[in-house]
């Protein structure tokens, strides 16, 4: 039974989120707040209930309807206003608005505009906790239309099977946008929960101290262990699914219904049945509302972010590293498999915070063998996930805003395409939405490789796509030393990267360097020097072109090339340098041409300086089509040395 004092904290809290947004629909109506806000007025006691129980430093996860889990998870008001009015001093910086309040150092992980993304951060940051042992919770808010989200069903179905700390908060508010709940699911969420195996508990969301009472027994319970729990409450949102909502859903009478089941009317019975005196209940609501005032006047009062800062917090400084020494020409050998297998051993062995998950890497050591005795050697620091790359994504985007240096793995790069939202929208854009708060030390380990008849869906080089999305660093190493010491070089950054390997290479021998041989990421190296034609490449095709070097330099052509290393940023200085004594540029990759590396590599050449070149730049890639599967077609599809042999002929004889 809650106390006097704890009644009247409740409605104060839920006072402050609706006062809140009555201002905020206020501002948005006058101009003040552009872009697009969801008001929770009418589920505050969901939002104050579900946090009542946290620890400070416990986390939530939440959604596009969020301002209630924020304020009720400890932020400040005037944060709010100020973000939601796009100030520099908002809560975000003035880079995240009304769908995006975060506040990581009170755990706050987000709220989140894609429906059902905030469930496997949450999920992530419950696997730091357990990791850690320090016994953190993690709430995930979602909605009823979050729950036919393929998301949902990863997120949940991970927690269960690792017995996480995570509670899953449903606020059933009957409506997805402006569809029903009914005809959106045909089985209810208790048994949807009973299916993962996961405990379920119902409560009216609309009061306070009912949630309150629920959600103290399934943090307790998940603190202690017991894994995860579902928690539905039911609620109604007063406003429409967003500001300007025309409302053409719902009828008079379920309005009518719900009225008498606001949760500030259901509150103030259960405050008169206490005996708590309405001149204590006034001046809590005077207070409140002096204070939002006051909010809402110091957030009029800060500027907009200085739009010189426009390219701030979209990546973190990296740590300043020199490249390493040159291998000694007697260095022992060894193969790339066995450099990412090492470099996976130290990190794990010299940081606490990293962790290996993914498909098979644990008890399996990964289909090629890559993490073989890892898990033997770390125990549950590596980890097999069910076949679920958002919810292995997102879990790893979640473990790192939670602190840790989390490296998973995407079996294949073509896999992107089924959880492509936690890199795109939630890794990559975290940390510029919450104004540099959110860290994001993340390592995605994937690879590709075409000529092995493995069909479109297991052989493309997608690098391109990754290295579009600002906020992503891109790696591809050619070479089984810079493999070793990119990798560490990316588990230790602290930005997210996605480590490309080529899996044809993962046999090939080379010079192994010392254990702390470490790569910068961002710097290309010239490999091979030459004077007539310089040739940009990247991974495996880096072979190709020193073999096409090796082949022309007997009919007296002497060909430079270049190993990108890092896709993403781009080290064309090299490039550049070469290109202005060589005059002639060919970029060789794997990937299909059109739109690909090449292009913007081409672009930044011919704008940096060098119209006069000798010859047009060239571009060698795979043609347009998907990758084929027939032995003769991946051959014709697939770019080779004898390819890029012929194009430098053909270029240096211009
Ligand atoms: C992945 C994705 N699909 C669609 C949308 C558009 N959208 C935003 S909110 C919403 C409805 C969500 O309903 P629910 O989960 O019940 O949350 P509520 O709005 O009721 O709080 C939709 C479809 C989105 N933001 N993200
Ligand atoms: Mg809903």
């Known amino acids: 039974m809650a106390t006097d004092a704890e009644l009247l904290e409740m409605h104060r809290r839920m006072l402050v989120i609706r006062g809140f947004e009555e201002r905020v629909a206020a501002l948005y109506r006058d101009g003040e707040v552009p872009g697009f806000v969801h008001l929770s007025i009418g589920q505050e006691a969901a939002a104050v209930g579900a946090?009542?129980?946290?620890?400070?430093?416990?986390?939530?996860?939440?959604?596009?309807?969020?301002?209630?889990?924020?304020?009720?998870?400890?932020?400040?008001?005037?944060?709010?206003?100020?973000?939601?009015?796009?100030?520099?001093?908002?809560?975000?910086?003035?880079?995240?608005?009304?769908?995006?309040?975060?506040?990581?150092?009170?755990?706050?992980?987000?709220?989140?505009?894609?429906?059902?993304?905030?469930?496997?951060?949450?999920?992530?940051?419950?696997?730091?906790?357990?990791?850690?042992?320090?016994?953190?919770?993690?709430?995930?808010?979602?909605?009823?239309?979050?729950?036919?989200?393929?998301?949902?069903?990863?997120?949940?179905?991970?927690?269960?099977?690792?017995?996480?700390?995570?509670?899953?908060?449903?606020?059933?508010?009957?409506?997805?946008?402006?569809?029903?709940?009914?005809?959106?699911?045909?089985?209810?969420?208790?048994?949807?929960?009973?299916?993962?195996?996961?405990?379920?508990?119902?409560?009216?969301?609309?009061?306070?101290?009912?949630?309150?009472?629920?959600?103290?027994?399934?943090?307790?319970?998940?603190?202690?262990?017991?894994?995860p729990v579902v928690v539905e409450a039911t609620t109604y949102r007063w406003h429409g699914h967003y500001e300007g909502d025309p409302e053409r859903y719902r009828s008079a009478g379920e309005v009518r219904d719900w009225a008498a089941r606001d949760p500030l009317i259901v509150h103030a019975a259960r405050m008169d049945a206490a005996g708590i005196p309405a001149d204590a209940r006034e001046a809590v609501r005077t207070a409140v509302a002096r204070a939002l005032d006051d909010a809402v006047d110091a957030a009029r009062r800060c500027p907009p972010p200085d739009v010189a800062t426009l390219g701030d917090f979209v990546t973190r400084p990296r740590p300043e590293r020199p490249e390493p020494p040159a291998l000694p020409p007697d260095a022992p050998v060894f193969r790339t498999m066995d450099a990412i297998r090492s470099a996976l051993e130290v990190e794990l062995a010299g940081d606490e915070r990293v962790f290996v998950a993914g498909i098979d890497v644990a008890a399996g050591g990964n289909v090629f063998g890559l993490t073989r005795g890892l898990h033997e050697q770390f125990g549950g620091r590596v980890r097999d996930t069910p076949i679920s790359e958002s919810a292995i994504v997102g879990l790893g985007v979640g473990a790192a805003m939670a602190g840790m240096r989390p490296v998973v793995e995407l079996m294949y790069l073509d896999f992107l395409g089924v959880c492509l939202d936690q890199l795109l929208n939630q890794a990559a854009k975290l940390p510029f939405m919450t104004g540099g708060a959110a860290e994001m030390a993340l390592t995605v380990r994937t690879q590709f490789g075409a000529g092995r008849s493995s069909g479109s869906q297991h052989s493309q080089s997608l690098e391109a796509l990754l290295a579009h999305i600002p906020g992503l660093t891109v790696v591809m190493p050619s070479t089984p030393a810079d493999t070793y010491g990119l990798l560490r070089a990316a588990i230790q950054d602290p930005n997210p990267v996605v480590f490309i390997e080529n899996r044809l290479l993962y046999g090939m021998k080379g010079p192994q360097p010392a254990a702390d041989h470490v790569v910068p990421i961002g710097r290309s190296a010239v490999v091979r020097p030459g004077a007539d034609v310089t040739v940009v490449s990247v991974s495996r095709m880096v072979h190709e072109a020193l073999a096409a070097a090796d082949a022309l330099a007997g009919e007296g052509i002497s060909v430079e090339v270049v190993d990108l290393r890092t896709v993403a940023p781009l080290d064309l200085g090299p490039v550049l340098e070469s290109v202005h004594r060589t005059n002639r540029l060919l970029i060789a990759h794997e990937a299909v041409v059109p739109f690909g590396i090449g292009a913007e590599i081409a672009a930044t050449v011919a704008r940096d300086g060098f119209w006069d070149l000798d010859a047009p730049i060239q571009r060698i890639g795979a043609a347009p089509t998907p990758p084929p599967y027939a032995p003769e077609l991946e051959r014709a599809w697939l770019p080779d040395r004898t390819d890029i042999a012929d194009a430098i002929r053909r270029l240096a004889r211009i």
């Open 51 to 227: 946090c009542w129980p946290l620890r400070p430093d416990d986390v939530i996860t939440s959604t596009h309807r969020g301002h209630g889990h924020c304020l009720a998870k400890g932020m400040s008001p005037v944060g709010m206003f100020a973000e939601l009015m796009g100030r520099d001093a908002g809560s975000n910086r003035g880079r995240g608005g009304s769908m995006h309040i975060a506040d990581p150092t009170i755990g706050i992980l987000g709220s989140n505009g894609i429906v059902a993304a905030g469930l496997p951060i949450a999920v992530g940051a419950a696997t730091a906790s357990q990791l850690r042992g320090d016994g953190r919770v993690a709430v995930a808010f979602f909605g009823d239309g979050a729950v036919a989200h393929g998301t949902f069903h990863e997120a949940i179905n991970l927690a269960a099977v690792w017995t996480l700390p995570v509670v899953f908060f449903c606020e059933n508010n009957g409506y997805a946008e402006f569809s029903p709940a009914a005809t959106q699911h045909a089985a209810s969420l208790e048994a949807r929960a009973a299916g993962y195996g996961v405990g379920y508990v119902a409560v009216d969301g609309n009061d306070v101290a009912a949630v309150a009472a629920v959600m103290a027994h399934a943090v307790d319970a998940a603190r202690a262990g017991s894994g």
